[in-house]
């Protein structure tokens, strides 16, 4: 069993234009490129049915987020903005030079990877709110 294969943009956009030109057949270009023939139609389809949109004026659109999502997202930047706060304190705070009690650590710096999964959490949503 063979395994799936992610192609790039730049790849489809190549096969599915020589699908549209019409020059070779769909099995040659399966033969050649080695991608199955429906997913050759496929490409070929989703490039003709979104060609009008480079024409479209205005340029790129902006991807639509709406109130409800925004909110959510606002509200989780903040709970995970006092999470990584607190984290942080706890880390070099009152704890420091001391073992925690609750971790183990002899130099009093456990809980280093919940104060980075926290940094990673807040750092994925702002990314996710820049689009």
Known sequence: ???????DAGFKARVALEAVKGE??????TAE???????????????????????????KKKAEVD????????????????????LSRGRHGYW??????DRGGADGTGGGQAVEAARNRVSGIRAALMM
């Not at 109130?67 to 607190?86: C, P, Q, W, Y």
Request: net charge positive.
């Open 1 to 7: 069993m063979s395994k799936r294969r992610n192609h």
């Open 24 to 29: 070779r057949t769909v099995s040659e270009l």
């Open 33 to 59: 490129y080695g991608v199955h023939p429906t997913m050759i139609h496929q490409w070929k389809k989703a490039l003709l049915e979104g060609a009008s949109d480079i024409f479209e004026r205005g340029g």
């Open 67 to 86: 109130e409800e999502t925004m909110r959510s997202l606002h509200a989780k930047i903040g709970e995970l903005a006092v999470a990584n706060d607190f």
């Open 96 to 101: 420091a030079g001391e073992a925690r009690p």
